[in-house]
């Protein structure tokens, strides 16, 4: 397995509350991913990283930053939570965006936000 | 909008049964395919990538086809076993600067004893 880990594993906040979610690779890969996974939505991009301090926004980043200061760790922020939130949140790494992109997910967040 | 569906949503099949699922894709411009396994509570797994060039994959047991000019993929399972029983995702890559996967929402197999 690739060596993704990402804490906290469980959160439980209340609404308004900051909040930051951890990815840590021990693989060197460039790319970096956040994403989130809800009932009937299937897997989202939330933002995803190119390399130290490159980043760009996903699909659903309203209400989310990121920053990455090591290659190895890819920090998601949640400024102010909202229940619309709770989620299960996922990293994922890659060595290449193209065509030999094959991606490595972490085991997961969970967060409910109250 | 570059979309992917995966039919059915859910599928029982009994033991050592040979199962097919299904994965499709709005837009043929894919760079691969990836199909994944998740297992209630856990992460994802990375099954079997396909790139755009090649027609299918093979790992064990299963085997992964990819038809671009029809905007489908199929995920062959021979022999299933009850450690089969998983959600099955199929993701695709349509390169550019980000890389990122779309997702297909899901096949939840379940395979009987």
């Known amino acids: 397995d690739a060596g993704i880990t990402q804490s906290p594993r469980h959160k439980v906040t209340e609404t308004g509350t900051p909040v930051t979610l951890r990815c840590h690779q021990t693989e060197n890969h460039r790319y970096m991913y956040w994403y989130r996974q809800d009932p009937g939505h299937g897997l989202r991009l939330i933002h995803y990283s190119y390399g130290v301090k490159d980043t760009d926004k996903g699909e659903v980043s309203d209400g989310y930053s990121v920053s990455r200061s090591k290659t190895e760790d890819f920090l998601l922020t949640l400024e102010s939570a909202t229940s619309s939130q709770t989620s299960v949140y996922f990293c994922?790494?890659?060595?290449?965006?193209?065509?030999?992109?094959?991606?490595?997910f972490g085991p997961g967040t969970r967060l409910t936000v109250l | 909008k570059q979309e992917v569906t995966q039919i059915p949503a859910a599928l029982s099949v009994p033991e050592g049964e040979n199962l097919v699922l299904n994965c499709s894709f709005t837009?043929?411009?894919?760079?691969?395919l990836q199909w994944f396994r998740q297992d209630p509570g856990k992460g994802l797994t990375s099954l079997l990538l396909i790139q755009s060039s090649q027609r299918e994959q093979t790992s064990g047991r299963l085997n992964a086809s990819l038809d671009k000019s029809s905007g489908r993929s199929t995920l062959y399972i021979a022999a299933s076993q009850p450690g089969d029983s998983a959600t099955y995702l199929c993701?695709?890559?349509?390169?550019?600067?980000?890389?990122?996967?779309?997702f297909g929402k899901g096949t939840k197999l379940s395979v009987k004893p």
């Open positions: 837009d043929s411009a894919i760079y691969n």
């Open positions: 994922a790494i890659s060595d290449s965006s193209y065509s030999y992109n094959e991606q490595f």
């Open positions: 993701a695709a890559n349509y390169g550019g600067s980000q890389g990122n996967l779309i």
